[in-house]
């Protein structure tokens, strides 16, 4: 089993918290100050801890699955409840650094991780870093966690920010595109499931091709299209609502983000 059962706790219990739980066999510890989000925690693995010190106490690892906006607020008391004990930590924060989460909380190993929602499916990825007192069974412990759920890799601190578009903000954009698939095949009499259906088996399919054809993505779009066929209409529309400069734009504006959650 994961980490030999060890008992993982996580501080935030919101959707990226049960994205990741809902991807080991470990039990859990929950501590979160909105007593609602623990409802779809469901089953004898997950313990509610009535504080951060009770989590803190029962846990041997423990997740900051804390939102970046409140972390000023939650750090002084994790950092009371962890003095004096060695715990591994990993924030899942974006734009949260290293050298803050060290400087407040002193002798702690540090991990910062970007995972994403499909973890839940055991679909997901997830990055790390590692801080100055993360060892490397720590880290390898870390990088378990998030491998029972999908594909890591280890990439330094300065390419975090930059990377959250590539795959942790990224889910967002093919749920919009799905939404607005069923839309369309709403409106010309398809029922919105079989859409949905036929548009994520067309995506997965798509995705194993780019992961195990040799050829890549943009030959792969080319063996798509014929001249003068649907397919080249379809992206040359795309084109004309410069589709590709949005995309990235977005990516910009991610990693801009993650940046000013940093205080850069």
């Known amino acids: 089993m994961l980490m030999d059962r060890k008992t993982i706790g996580f501080i935030g219990a919101g959707n990226m918290a049960f994205a990741i739980a809902g991807g080991i066999p470990n039990p859990v510890c929950l501590y979160d100050r909105n007593a609602k989000a623990y409802e779809k925690f469901i089953g004898d693995r997950y313990t509610v801890c009535a504080s951060i010190s009770e989590l803190v106490n029962a846990s041997n690892l423990i997740v900051l699955s804390v939102k970046p906006q409140n972390f000023a607020d939650a750090l002084p008391e994790i950092a009371a ?3 004096g ?3 591994v930590i990993l924030s899942i924060a974006a734009g949260i650094t290293l050298e803050t989460l060290e400087n407040a909380l002193p002798g702690q190993p540090v991990i ?3 995972p994403n929602t499909p973890l839940l499916v055991g679909e997901g990825a997830a990055v790390l870093c590692r801080g100055k007192l993360a060892s490397d069974s720590d880290f390898a412990e870390a990088e378990a966690l998030f491998a029972a759920g999908g594909v890591t890799a280890e990439i330094t601190e300065d390419k975090m920010n930059a990377e959250i578009a590539i795959h942790g903000s990224s889910p967002a954009i093919f749920f919009e595109m799905a939404d607005r698939v ?3 095949g709403s409106s010309i009499g398809l029922e919105e499931r079989d859409a949905l259906q036929l548009f994520c088996q ?3 399919g798509s995705a194993k091709m780019m992961l195990t054809d040799s050829r890549s993505p943009k030959e792969l779009s ?3 299209c014929s001249p003068g066929g649907t397919t080249l209409a379809m992206l040359d529309q795309l084109e004309n609502y410069r589709w590709l400069e949005g995309l990235e734009a977005s990516f910009v504006a991610c990693t801009r983000r993650a940046e000013e959650l940093s205080g850069k």
Request: avoid cysteine.
């Open 85 to 87: 004990k060695r715990r």
């Open 222 to 224: 080319r063996a798509v």
């Open 81 to 83: 409840a962890v003095s």
């Open 202 to 204: 067309t995506m997965i």
């Open 112 to 114: 910062r991780v970007m």
């Open 182 to 184: 069923m839309k369309y």
